[in-house]
């Protein structure tokens, strides 16, 4: 069974600084990896992904996340945070094999001016 | 390209009444839906996932009488509510996955419902 563990359900930066968002996994074969936000009242867009090949991936918004194999992790950064980041950031993970995403239990962002 | 949207978008329903909420991919063809519940400040829940011109298929613990979906064309999926009670007020979002092999899912904007 796949799974996938958020630490931490919210994380509070200043603007400028660094973001880092966790994200641990469980999966008996090689995962697919996502990072979804989530603004008020909407749905969810995607940020990233992590297939295959190269393990550092780069997403929307200056995001950027890199696949982490012997730590099962899928760690979310952004070198600098804008208001603008201020959301919910859901972590996914999905077979290879099958249609389904198991989501995190997200991290809300919060940026301080 | 690859919108995903639901109407409505907010919905408020006497208990006892049923309610439809309808998922349309825009600008593909959209074999596969996927129909999420999401609590207040709560991760996403698969209640079920539907093929076109095929029966959906329920998650565990989803009632598949209650959630009625219909997945009659490669462009559309409904999801209604039947006998709504204030339990199933819930954010209901929406994603679907084109064919050929694509994995990914385009979610739509999502459906408040409130019962009351």
């Known amino acids: 069974a796949q799974s996938v563990t958020q630490l931490g359900s919210h994380v509070s930066v200043s603007e400028g600084a660094l973001v880092l968002l966790r994200c641990n996994y469980s999966?008996?074969?090689?995962?697919?990896l996502f990072w979804y936000v989530q603004y008020p009242n909407q749905g969810l867009q995607l940020l990233l992904k992590?297939?295959?090949?190269?393990?550092l991936v780069k997403g929307i918004n200056g995001f950027e996340a890199e696949f982490k194999k012997s730590e099962t992790s899928f760690h979310l950064t952004k070198p600098s945070a804008h208001m603008s980041d201020a959301a919910e950031y859901f972590c996914?993970?999905?077979?290879?094999?099958?249609?389904?995403?198991?989501f995190g239990t997200g991290t809300r962002l919060q940026v301080f001016p | 390209g690859a919108v995903v949207s639901q109407h409505p978008s907010r919905v408020i329903c006497k208990s006892g009444t049923s309610v439809k909420i309808e998922c349309r991919s825009l600008?593909?063809?959209?074999?596969?839906m996927f129909w999420y519940r999401q609590f207040p400040k709560k991760s996403l829940m698969l209640m079920a996932t539907?093929?076109?011109?095929?029966?959906?298929?329920?998650e565990q613990g989803v009632e598949k009488d209650k959630f009625l979906i219909n997945h009659a064309s490669l462009t559309l999926s409904t999801l209604t509510v039947t006998s709504a009670h204030p339990e199933d007020s819930s954010f209901y979002i929406c994603?679907?996955?084109?064919?050929?092999?694509?994995?990914?899912?385009?979610f739509g904007p999502g459906t408040r419902l409130t019962v009351t």
């Open positions: 600008d593909f063809q959209a074999t596969t």
């Open positions: 999966s008996s074969v090689p995962p697919y």
């Open positions: 539907s093929n076109e011109g095929s029966k959906a298929t329920y």
């Open positions: 994603s679907a996955r084109g064919g050929g092999g694509g994995y990914e899912q385009y």
């Open positions: 996914a993970v999905r077979s290879p094999n099958t249609d389904k995403l198991i």
């Open positions: 992590y297939t295959t090949g190269a393990t």
